[in-house]
């Protein structure tokens, strides 16, 4: 499976959070809600999750190999660093 687009939209003023990222596989398939966090070491990304009733977070898509993880997750923090900054006028396009 190939990563066709990553597309990165800077947020500000939101503490952790640092970016919501959408990701086209194959050019057929498209994940949103990833996200770029700030952690204790250093930035990582975080899957698309939604609240359960216990309020826990579960991923709802993720990468199933360490491999497929850590290929994804290094293409999304060089989309990140070379995204430029968003402004407040920016309108969600995905």
């Known amino acids: ?15 952790k959070l640092k970016a919501y990222v959408s990701v086209t596989f194959d050019e057929c398939f498209v994940v949103h809600n990833m996200k770029v966090i700030d ?3 250093g930035v990582f990304v975080a ?15 993720h990468p199933i190999t360490v491999d497929f993880r850590a290929a ?3 293409s999304i923090l060089e989309a ?5 900054e968003s402004s407040p006028d920016d309108e969600d396009d995905d």
């Open 1 to 15: 499976m190939k990563i066709t687009d990553i597309r990165v939209k800077k947020v500000q003023g939101e503490g």
């Open 39 to 41: 952690g204790k070491s």
């Open 72 to 74: 994804l997750q290094d």
């Open 47 to 61: 899957m698309p999750s939604r609240k359960t009733n216990k309020g826990e977070f579960k991923d709802v898509a």
């Open 80 to 84: 990140y660093a070379v995204a430029p």
